[in-house]
């Protein structure tokens, strides 16, 4: 059920796509991931995660179990704020060797321009508060915070959108957006938990490349063969396309001394149509 020999210990609160590229890149780790939906339980073992079932009616019973699990072990945390769950999980922590989250630069809410670590947040901000909210939950634990931008991969993003026919270009197409690929947040969370860096840091994650929207929508559908798509309404745009912000995430990868392999949206795209058929 596990990767490796078991000498460490890997506990994903939350297996979701984040967790799952993790997965395939930790090599020698026992992986366990916990799960609400026990007919996941066989998915996860094929993948070389031992499954712990987390339901309302086995809480009080298994809670001491997975705080068990998670002594002396390294966590990583990667689901959504939903007002509970993070002051739950993160109060079984507290013998953690290292807990990383990943959080969201829609902490920034409404903010335009460039943004690194010495941004200021924005507390007013709706989507910015549940996080900051969890956010704080986690570092009391000494939790590192990797503030995440738009995620990608071989089967997330936005060329299975176009590919699908459901995404609509927004009105507002110039703004500037950041991105990291998946497998690079994935080596970034791994050589974080290696080297180690120093609990309670907040850092940002994202490729060297910021680019408008429209820009990368350009190069999608040439790349692809594909029509521009149609304009959405303006009121039927995302929240998280209304943004125009621009990453700087050197300070991470300077104190790990790690390389991107996808440095911009070309070269992570192009890997991504590479294994689309995959």
């Known amino acids: 059920m596990s990767k490796g020999s078991g000498s460490l210990r890997l506990v994903m609160l939350g297996v979701g796509q984040v ?14 991931g916990t799960t609400r939906d026990a ?21 009080d019973r298994r809670k001491d179990d997975l705080a068990a699990c998670i002594s002396g072990a390294k966590v990583l945390v990667s689901f959504p ?5 993070d002051a739950m999980l993160a109060s079984l922590c507290q013998d953690a060797e290292a807990i990383i989250y990943i959080s969201s630069t829609s902490v920034y809410g409404n903010y335009s321009g460039i943004v690194d670590e010495s941004t200021m947040v924005d507390e007013e901000n709706p989507r910015s508060k549940s ?27 936005l060329h299975i959108r176009l590919r699908n026919e459901s995404y609509r270009l927004p009105p507002v197409n110039t703004n500037y957006i950041s991105r990291i690929h998946l497998k690079d947040l994935a080596r970034i969370i791994l050589a ?36 521009l ?18 990453i700087n995430a050197l300070k991470i990868l300077n104190e790990l001394n790690l390389q991107l392999e996808f440095p ?6 192009s890997d991504s149509l590479a294994h689309l058929e995959e």
């Open 39 to 59: 007919s996941k339980s066989a998915t996860l073992q094929s993948a070389g995660i031992k499954p712990f079932i987390i339901e309302p009616s086995n809480w």
């Open 229 to 246: 798509p149609a304009l959405s309404a303006p009121d039927a745009v995302p929240v998280t396309l209304t943004a125009n912000r621009r």
């Open 131 to 157: 996080r900051l909210e969890a956010e704080k939950v986690w570092l009391k634990y000494g939790a590192i915070i990797l503030r995440a931008p738009g995620l990608y991969g071989a089967k997330s993003g």
């Open 81 to 85: 704020p939903d007002g509970q769950s």
């Open 19 to 32: 967790a799952w590229q993790v997965a395939e890149l930790a090599s020698g780790y026992e992986l366990i």
């Open 192 to 227: 974080s938990f290696a080297k180690p860096l120093l609990a309670g840091s907040v850092y940002l994650v994202g490729d060297f490349e910021p680019a408008p929207q429209i820009e990368v929508v350009q190069w999608l559908c040439k790349e692809m063969n594909l029509d």
């Open 264 to 269: 911009s949206y070309r070269e992570g795209y």
